[in-house]
Every structure is written in structure tokens, then in C-alpha cells.
């Protein structure tokens, strides 16, 4: 679990760079924060992709292109080694959810017998696709 605490594991949750939107020449819309989703939706989809982290192997199709160029197979496999042995955490609570451009992050408590407390951020994009996900045991965020 140390090694949770000291990486963050983060994928694309932009699209396009800040920098880069702002250098745009030609006025782009942002894009809209995804939509407002059921927040029992949302948990259960933490929990499924948290799941198919510890199994090693993830839907692909959750995830936007971005997300999946980040989350190589290698970076699954070594997320599937930390989190394998915390089994299933309960309960999964709602602690924070912020809009950042696109992306709405939710950022949920897991309580674990064996690990302790762990936190599983997931961002959507504005289609309800995985944008990027975080699994960290440091809560100072």
C-alpha cells in the first residue's frame, strides 16, 4: 500500500491542456461538465472499476481514448499488485465531487480492514466517459 500513498495514479482528465485552450486562436466552446449523474450510478461505477483493477483487468470501453493511452496494461498490472490484497472495501462513501471544465471528479472513501482508509477519485467527461482515475491512501487533497 505504500506505494499507493507515494504515486498518483492520474489519466488524462483534460482532453485538451489548459495552456493549450487558453493559446486557442478561434473561440472554442468549453465543453460542459458531464451530466448530472445519479450519484448511486456513479458509486457503482467506483466500485465496478475498482473491482476490475484488483482483477487486472479493466472495460475499455469505460474509458475515453486519452484514459486508455495512459492506463497501459503494465500500469494495470502493477494497480491490480497494490490493490489485490485490500479486498472489498466498504463502505464507499461520497466525500467530494468538483466540476473542472469537462470533467466532473468524484472522489470517494473506501474503508478497508487491511489497508485503512483509501480514496478513489474518477472523472467523467461530459459523455460519461472515465476520464481518468486516482487510488491514493494520502488524504491531505
Do not use: C
Not at 478497508?112 to 474518477?122: F, K, Q, S, V, Y
Amino acid at each position: 500500500m505504500s506505494r499507493i500513498a507515494s504515486s498518483l495514479i492520474a489519466l488524462a482528465f483534460f482532453a485538451t491542456p489548459v495552456a493549450a485552450r487558453a493559446q486557442s486562436a478561434s473561440p472554442v466552446p468549453s465543453p460542459t461538465a458531464a451530466p448530472t449523474a445519479d450519484p448511486e450510478q456513479v458509486r457503482q461505477l467506483a466500485i465496478n472499476i475498482f473491482h476490475q483493477v484488483q482483477n487486472g483487468h479493466i472495460q475499455r470501453s469505460l474509458f475515453t481514448d486519452g484514459a486508455n493511452a495512459s492506463l497501459s496494461d503494465e500500469t494495470v498490472r502493477e494497480l491490480q499488485q497494490e490493490l489485490a490484497s485490500i479486498g472489498d472495501p466498504i463502505p464507499w462513501l461520497l466525500n467530494a465531487k468538483s466540476i473542472d471544465g469537462g470533467i466532473t471528479v468524484y472522489t470517494f472513501l473506501l474503508r478497508t480492514d487491511t489497508a485503512g482508509n483509501l480514496d478513489e477519485m474518477i472523472a467523467l467527461d461530459s459523455n460519461g466517459k472515465v476520464a481518468g482515475i486516482n487510488f491514493s491512501s494520502d488524504h491531505s487533497h
